[in-house]
């Protein structure tokens, strides 16, 4: 059973930074597309960063300059490494891994991310 795990969710203050981890098992990242997406209480889920199997990565416009994805396919981890945290990244954050075509499409049990004073 393929599974992604998250890790690194927390609360912290505003200003304040956060690495997220997303370890995968039973795939290989290194066939995927890989991202992380959040939703918010009362929101829908919203995409914040991909990295693709060619390694370029793209970033939301709302976390642009903040955070930034980067993928380790020799420890089949993904991260999201958050800096100059709002209040309004408060969220749950998840990891997906996607195939070429979307045949295949798989999603952790996400993190829980609190920005608050």
């Known amino acids: 059973q393929v599974q992604l795990v998250e890790s690194g969710g927390a609360s912290v203050q505003p200003g304040g930074s956060l690495k997220l981890s997303c370890a995968a098992s039973?795939?290989?990242?290194?066939?995927?597309?890989m991202g992380w997406y959040r939703q918010a209480p009362g929101k829908q889920r919203e995409l914040v960063a991909t990295?693709?199997?060619?390694?370029?990565?793209n970033v939301a416009d709302s976390v642009k300059g903040r955070f930034t994805i980067s993928r380790d396919n020799a420890k089949n981890t993904v991260y999201l490494q958050m800096n100059s945290l709002k209040p309004e990244d408060t969220a749950v954050y998840y990891c997906?891994?996607?195939?070429?075509?979307?045949?295949?499409?798989?999603w952790g049990q996400g993190t829980q991310v609190t920005v608050s004073s």
């Open positions: 039973r795939i290989f990242i290194s066939l995927y597309t």
């Open positions: 990295a693709t199997i060619g390694g370029s990565t």
């Open positions: 997906n891994a996607v195939s070429p075509g979307r045949a295949y499409n798989y």
